[in-house]
């Protein structure tokens, strides 16, 4: 069934809607300010027209004027509705999911809201969530994850694989391994409520990818429904994303790994080597 094209105004109001809803409240503040202001000047155009001219884009500036003085803000204010609304249901999303004793809650889901509630976890988790839908080019990415680093931001891809009774295979993780070097990203997650096969694994194995299980996403739930795991479980996170981060050789662009200098001037000192080594002598400060 094609789906239903939505209209303009409900095409403003969901794109809106993607910013918090304190965020669109102020904006309609400030519109409805604007407008206001420049609704008594909108009826004085500018000069060199012609006087029939001039009383015509009069009118037509006061009528936009009047009308956008309401209008503008009230979409925005519509736009705060929706963001509310659904900022209340990703969280009720979680918050059901994490509670839950077995994985009855998460199996029961739709792929969308699946795709949802993972995104919500990532985002209690610190990261800015994009979600594609996966159905674009990009092979089936859902989520698109962007972290504040000390240089810009780091950008990891996920895929959501909503599967009740089978495997995920290997053919899922290398296509995101694929995705991952086309976009240059630093890293990537698989997430199923179910499990990885052997292969699946493997090649995950050494890479910049983190394979999450049904028994590794009750865990990431539970850590973004309580704001986070105790002192050990948050440094092992840590730990884990340090280990997702991949930088990139500047000779060749090949992965590389952190290493310590063993002689020289700089014995001691950590940097990055390529992993190609001794083919590529590419290095970085570490």
Request: aromatic share 8%.
């Amino acid at each position: 069934m094609a789906r239903k094209k939505k209209s303009g105004a409900r095409e403003v109001i969901d794109l809106f809607a993607l910013m918090p809803w304190w965020a669109c409240v102020a904006l309609a503040a400030v519109a409805y300010v604007a407008l206001h202001a420049w609704a008594p000047l909108a009826a004085d155009p500018a000069q060199g027209l012609h006087q029939l001219d001039k009383l015509y884009l009069g009118m037509a500036l006061r009528a936009f004027a009047m009308v956008g003085q309401y209008a503008v803000p009230g979409m925005l204010l519509m736009a705060a509705a929706v963001s509310a609304a659904r900022r209340y249901q990703r969280g009720k999303l979680l918050e059901d999911a994490a509670r839950a004793q077995d994985a009855a809650a998460v199996d029961g889901m739709t792929w969308h809201e699946f795709e949802v509630l993972i995104g919500e976890a990532f985002r209690r988790k610190g990261y800015v969530v994009v979600e594609t839908g996966g159905g674009g080019p990009d092979g089936g990415i859902d989520l698109v994850l962007r972290k504040p680093v000390t240089n810009g931001n780091e950008t990891y891809v996920v895929q959501c694989k909503h599967w009740k009774a089978y495997k995920v295979g290997v053919d899922v993780v290398r296509e995101l391994y694929g995705v991952m070097a086309a976009r240059g990203a630093a890293g990537g997650f698989v997430v199923t409520s179910g499990r990885f096969t052997n292969e699946a694994m493997a090649f995950a194995q050494g890479r910049n990818v983190r394979l999450v299980d049904g028994g590794r996403l009750k865990e990431l739930l539970d850590a973004a429904r309580t704001g986070g795991p105790g002192k050990t479980a948050v440094g092992r996170d840590q730990q884990a994303d340090a280990e997702m981060t991949m930088v990139v050789c500047p000779l060749c662009s090949s992965p590389m790994v952190r290493r310590v200098a063993k002689r020289g001037p700089n014995a001691g000192e950590r940097f990055y080597g390529c992993s190609t080594y001794p083919v590529c002598r590419g290095t970085r400060a570490g």
